[in-house]
Every structure is written in structure tokens, then in C-alpha cells.
């Protein structure tokens, strides 16, 4: 059984600094591209990062400067280094294996074990 467990979330000023994680278990972890996607109140899911198994990060152009992802395998874990960051990135946080589409990081078809998110929130 997949199991997502998303952390590391909290409430910063803009500017602030925030490292969230997500822990995998219940499937080959190192298979996937693994990606964080973020959902703010009244808007679709997004995603804003994505990393292949041995590196090759990309990122949305919202976020692209200021956040960095990384992975570690024998941890099975995900990384997302959060910086300067402004109020327009509050939302809840969630990692999933992911794709990306004509240079949109997306979740992989068919995937639905999402884990229950990491709120962030950041104040101006």
C-alpha cells in the first residue's frame, strides 16, 4: 500500500526560508520521477518541481530561483528547500510520482494515493 507522508510546513514572513519533506513507502521508490505539487484555496493543484531518479531537477517558472529539490533513495525521501519565500506560495504541499508534459510537471496518469499535505503559509 502506497503511504505518502508529507512534513515541514509552518507559517513564515515573506522572504523566510522552509524545507518540507516527503517520506515514500509501498512502492519502488527510485523508480518514479518524483514531483512536489502545491493547491491553494479555490485553485487547481500545481505542480512546481519535479527530479528524476539521479538528479535533473526542473522547475515551474513561479518557482524557479527560489526552490530546490532533491532526493534521497536509500531514504526513500523527497526534498524541497524553500526560499525567499512570497505569500503567493501559500498552500498545502504534496509530493507524487510525476511526469512532466509539454513542460508542465504533472502527476503520472492514474496515481491517487496522495498524502495528507504540509500547509505552508507566508505572510507579507
Known amino acids: 500500500q502506497v503511504q505518502l507522508v508529507e512534513s515541514g510546513g509552518g507559517s513564515v514572513q515573506s522572504g523566510g526560508s522552509l524545507r518540507l519533506s516527503c517520506a515514500a513507502s509501498?512502492?519502488?521508490?527510485?523508480?518514479?520521477?518524483w514531483g512536489w505539487f502545491r493547491q491553494a484555496p479555490g485553485k487547481e493543484r500545481e505542480g512546481v518541481a519535479t527530479?528524476?531518479?539521479?538528479?535533473?531537477?526542473s522547475y515551474s517558472d513561479s518557482v524557479k530561483g527560489r526552490f530546490t529539490i532533491s532526493r534521497d533513495n536509500a531514504k526513500n525521501t523527497l526534498y524541497l528547500q524553500m526560499n525567499n519565500l512570497k505569500p503567493e506560495d501559500t498552500a498545502m504541499y504534496y509530493c507524487?510520482?510525476?511526469?512532466?508534459?509539454?513542460?508542465?510537471?504533472?502527476?503520472?496518469?492514474?496515481?491517487?494515493?496522495w498524502g495528507q499535505g504540509t500547509q505552508v503559509t507566508v505572510s507579507s
Open positions: 509501498g512502492l519502488t521508490y527510485y523508480r518514479y520521477r
Open positions: 527530479i528524476e531518479t539521479f538528479g535533473s531537477p
Open positions: 507524487a510520482p510525476a511526469r512532466v508534459s509539454m513542460g508542465v510537471v504533472r502527476v503520472i496518469p492514474g496515481y491517487a494515493n
